[in-house]
């Protein structure tokens, strides 16, 4: 029996316990920690969990894979106080949305006895906690794997093979590039959504104006609903990404203010009629097709989890991460400006 | 038999008709005219209309409701072809986006012996045409109406009726006003939309940052998908209404930007906590209650399709609609300055 255990049980860390189950491991326990004690014991009621510990230390004790999924803040606080009792070769992830800090006190705060590569799932609504986990949350969603500069091989399969087993899209990336390209395409619609919101919100003309609102507003806001914790420390810990998207949007609505004020209607009539045609493109060509992944021999040592998890669960296996790593590096390098050489 | 004619098959006139044929009317006939022949075959096939007429002046001939579903630019044309082909106390109605140009094409263009009414129902999906229309696509939807200074009741009371009919919440406001304030939670969102899309999709790093995209992105987009010439035509049709909000969303992500670049951590938080909160107890509340109509006295003479529409069909009634629109331009005055006295 090998132990998974999950810090932080709120939506994601909840939902990847629903996914964990509904997979049907054989010889795999899961057991939840949450420093508010009646959510732990929701977790346990919804079974999103085998077991919930009361004590952190406790909880990852003999743990082959801690996932932590707490807020960002606290992935912090937790590796200091886990670090101390993590068995040898554990391997350790996380969930955070940010990503180049989390890897940053990994490095500074776990034992060099264990691998750790960071995660972040895209996905979430805007209804938190545990009573709204679904094992589903993550299904053909992408799905970032940061690894440490002195991961394991046999760790990052390990992640690897827990994000493949829930069904998501594995997107191998640096910490760098990821917290760019999240800024662009998680973290600036929230704020637009959050501005947005608060501008019409505190409108004098509110009682109307919420009255006359429909489907169409009630969508461009759905991230204002983002729990405020996740948002503020998405900005904090991702500020300089967040800084230049910001920027960037500025300059890009100035250039439709600019359209519109100069009365260029032609040239108006092509910019949205490009949006409409690249979105509607977009969608129809649906989420990229996942790779598949080639079968080759486990580590034969060591590697238990990653043997219960990736070899006995799977027929596809991942192949050449390194080289999809370093594939994935030279093309941000022409094309991915975006993502580096911001900081 | 009374005859109503939709002219413009598209989303909205297509589920304009499927909505009004679900009211299972008798005695009415929907005759659809579209200057697109195949759109008009088509929406005959789908049901939405009874019969489709090729020639413009030929549908509206003895029609009792003119319901004018075009394109906002196509508006004018169409009031200037059916102007001569109009029954004495014709009410005519219209769904465009933007309403002050609307009423002053009316007011010059449709003779007196005839009602306008304009409305506009704020519904819509970004799949247009008539192959996507519902009938349940206004249902517990605003639809705003705005009668012309020389409507006749009768005539309200028939637009009003419809709106009943098809499941929508009338909302009786002024031009001015409802250009202001739909800038605000329609075409707002509508250009943010565009904007955050394409800034995103011209990116270098757009390979990565499309793989990487998942439901926040999609959903901050999908206004995105609007059809290019609703869009182009609602922004030269309330620019500046547009403007307006366009810099007040610009101040807005102004301030977000402050408080990150300044690290107002706390001042931060609280900002996306009042936005979190407010728009859930916004969600929590769902749409306003619909005030009860009273029942009163049809019209005796004249009004055969508002006995039809109002009196048949439904159990209660417009009331007081003058009361009610002072009342709201009153509240207006006080607390509306976005929608007015911007131009």
């Not at 999103?48 to 406790?58: A, G, T």
């Not at 554990?90 to 691998?115: G, N």
């Not at 589903?136 to 992408?142: M, N, Q, V």
Request: glycine share 10%; net charge negative; charged share 25%.
């Amino acid at each position: 029996m090998e132990r998974v255990t999950i810090i932080g049980l709120g939506l994601i860390g909840g939902s990847l316990g629903l996914a964990l189950k509904a997979a049907k491991l054989t010889d795999i326990e899961i057991v939840g920690y949450d420093k508010d004690t009646p959510t732990a014991v929701d977790a346990r009621r919804l079974g999103v969990v085998d077991k919930s510990e009361r004590i952190l230390q406790k909880a990852v004790r003999d743990a082959r894979l801690v996932i932590i999924a707490t807020p960002i803040m606290a992935v912090r606080g937790v590796m200091e106080e886990i670090a101390g009792e993590l068995r040898e070769n554990c391997v350790v992830t996380d969930t955070a949305s940010t990503k180049a800090i989390v890897m940053e006190w990994a490095s500074q705060l776990l034992p060099a006895t264990v691998s750790f590569v960071g995660g972040h799932p895209m996905a979430g609504k805007e209804t938190p906690g545990v009573q709204n986990a679904e094992a589903k949350l993550f299904a053909d969603k992408p799905y970032c794997i940061i690894p440490a500069a002195d991961a394991s091989e046999g760790a990052v399969r390990v992640v690897t093979g827990i994000v493949q087993l829930i069904g998501a899209r594995p997107f191998f990336i640096g910490a760098d590039e990821h917290d760019g390209y999240v800024a662009a395409v998680s973290h600036l619609p929230l704020v637009l959504s959050a501005a947005l919101f608060t501008l019409v919100r505190n409108s004098p003309a509110w009682p109307e104006l919420s009255a006359l609102a429909s489907s169409g507003f009630l969508g461009a806001t759905r991230l204002a609903s983002t729990d405020a914790e996740l948002s503020h420390d998405i900005c904090l810990t991702n500020r300089e990404g967040v800084l230049h998207w910001l920027d960037r949007i500025a300059e890009e609505l100035g250039r439709y203010r600019e359209l519109l004020q100069q009365g260029q209607e032609e040239e108006l009539f092509k910019t949205f009629a490009r949006a409409q045609l690249d979105r509607d493109t977009y969608i129809a060509a649906g989420p990229p097709v996942r790779e598949p992944v080639a079968a080759e021999e486990l580590p034969t040592s060591g590697e238990q989890l990653a043997a219960l998890l990736v070899g006995q669960r799977l027929v596809r296996r991942v192949k050449d991460i390194g080289k999809l790593l370093e594939e994935r590096q030279e093309r941000g390098g022409r094309q991915g400006r975006e993502g580096r050489g911001r900081r």
